[in-house]
């Protein structure tokens, strides 16, 4: 007798190595403070007695902040960065911060834009006006500056040019989001590993539009370290320079994720199918 057709996942070929793709690192975030001196300066949060400064260097660490405890709670967006000492630390005049990766960033050619490694502040977009509404567009973004440099030893130091640690793009917690100031968390997360693009231009937008123009990203200054000579880096330095005026505030660092080829993405995918056999 004849036994129905059944079928089976082509499930080892998940495992097999596949061109193009390496393997995940531990995660992709800053594990630790090399270095910090906070300079002079240093903001404290506002009407507290004694001053509560913006001093923790760890803050720096792990996956930027999605949602800030600041004020009793309120959803980050591009208009609304994170604010509370455990979410960010500032750098006074003449402030240094220096972060080491456990797991280098690479010069992946895979990288979206060719963006390799974010950097978060608590930049926020400036607005036509404060009614918040169908007709308020971007402006421009506040920014507090900061040096950038990146090291693949944590000796030999390459400046990075033309971007401000504390800048563009602005922090962005949820993908879905359509209010300047959301009144609760989307249901979709914005990506930390992935850039905006660089040639996207902001000014002008509304919030829906400005979200919908990040393709889903997160934020972050970005960087492509190839353009430094560099394969990979494992340190990253933030410098507030004496006497610039600005105060420097950092969330959190991020190593991009490739981009799979097509062909990986096509393996992939027939892995997940069904192979029909019949019985004996």
Request: glycine share 12%; net charge negative.
């Amino acid at each position: 007798m004849k036994t129905p057709l059944c079928f089976r996942l082509i499930v080892p070929l998940i495992a097999l190595p596949v061109g193009g793709m390496t393997a995940l690192a531990a995660d992709p975030w800053a594990d630790r403070v090399v270095s910090y001196d906070p300079g002079t300066g240093v903001p404290a949060v506002f009407g507290s007695n004694p001053p509560v400064l913006f001093d923790v260097a760890d803050a720096a660490l792990g996956m930027p902040t999605r949602q800030s405890v600041a004020f009793g709670g309120y959803v980050v967006s591009p208009f609304s960065a994170p604010t509370d000492p455990t979410e960010v630390v500032a750098l006074g005049d003449g402030g240094t911060l220096v972060v080491a990766f456990d797991e280098p960033v690479t010069d992946d050619p895979l990288n979206p834009f060719g963006i390799d490694l974010l950097v978060f502040g608590n930049a926020f977009f400036l607005t036509s006006d404060y009614n918040f509404d169908a007709a308020t567009t971007v402006t421009g973004v506040d920014t507090e500056g900061g040096i950038l440099a990146i090291s693949a030893d944590g000796v030999n130091w390459d400046t990075v040019t033309n971007l401000d640690a504390d800048g563009l793009y602005p922090t962005n917690g949820y993908a879905d989001t359509t209010d300047f100031f959301p009144a609760s968390p989307g249901g979709v997360l914005a990506d930390f590993t992935l850039p905006v693009d660089p040639a996207f231009n902001p000014n002008g937008l509304g919030a829906e539009a400005l979200v919908a123009g990040y393709g889903g990203s997160g934020g972050g200054a970005g960087i492509d370290i190839g353009a430094y000579g560099l394969s990979s880096v494992s340190y990253v330095r933030v410098t507030n320079a004496s006497g610039s005026g600005f105060t420097p505030e950092i969330d959190g660092f991020a190593d991009v994720s490739a981009t799979p080829e097509p062909t990986s993405l096509l393996l992939v995918a027939l892995a997940t199918l069904p192979v029909f056999r019949r019985g004996r």
